[in-house]
């Protein structure tokens, strides 16, 4: 059965830092993976995917890439503003499945 | 502007009531999920489906029911509410051969009491 970890669990930076949430697979062998941000009591809103052809995607200050050797993503954030305050969720699917499975999550607090 | 909305946003209801989420998408996805997540925890599979009347159950056993008549409509329903059904519901579509990834809802809290 697929699990995902995120470390750090909790991350608490200064604005104006560049931080780096991670991501690992038990089973490397993920198809699609998709970071998702999560403000308090509110739904997810889709950051970033990587499809299975891809190794890394970027948008605007956000830069998610895929060591499908490892079974590991990392999302970068970079000169963090307290407007990405929220908790950042990692999940994929594998091959032959279309089932997202997720982390727990990285809980992000920038500090103004 | 909202692709995939979920109503109500908060329900409070007592023990023993019949409810429906609503989920309903305008993207004209075939495959459709629900998504139950408690405070601080990971998202898990209820239920989802492939398209219209199909679906299955997901990884996390439930004792709610969906159904799936319409392609944009994905209504999950409790027979007889819980105080352990007390949790957030998200639901989730996403499109065969189109890596788009998913799209998900704004949730249902919903409060069993």
């Known amino acids: 059965k697929q699990e995902v970890t995120q470390i750090p669990a909790a991350l608490s930076v200064p604005e104006g830092e560049n931080l780096v949430l991670n991501c690992s697979f038990t089973d490397s062998a993920i198809y699609n993976l998709q970071w998702f941000r999560q403000d308090p009591g509110k739904g997810l809103t889709s950051l970033l995917l990587?499809?299975?052809?891809?190794r890394e995607q970027t948008s605007g200050r956000l830069n998610a890439s895929l060591d499908k050797s490892s079974g590991r993503s990392t999302l970068y954030i970079a000169a963090s503003q307290p407007g990405d305050s929220a908790t950042y969720l990692c999940?994929?699917?594998?091959?032959?499945?279309?089932?997202?499975?997720f982390g727990k999550g990285t809980k992000l607090t920038v500090n103004p | 502007e909202a692709d995939i909305y979920q109503t109500p946003r908060y329900l409070v209801i007592g023990t023993g009531k019949k409810i429906t989420l609503e989920c309903s998408q305008t993207?004209?996805?075939?495959?459709m999920y629900w998504y139950q997540q408690d405070p601080g925890m990971e998202l898990h599979l209820i239920h989802y489906s492939y398209g219209v009347n199909s679906t299955e159950k997901g990884d996390l056993s439930s004792e709610s029911t969906v159904s799936r008549i319409r392609t944009e409509h994905f209504p999950l329903t409790l027979e007889s509410a819980r105080p352990s059904h007390t949790s957030q519901y998200l639901c989730?579509?996403?499109?065969?051969?189109?890596?788009?990834?998913?799209?998900f809802g704004s949730g249902t809290r919903l409060t069993v009491v």
């Open positions: 993207m004209g996805h075939d495959k």
């Open positions: 989730a579509s996403s499109q065969f051969g189109v890596a788009r990834g998913y799209t």
């Open positions: 999940a994929g699917t594998q091959g032959g499945s279309e089932k997202l499975v």
């Open positions: 990587i499809q299975s052809s891809q």
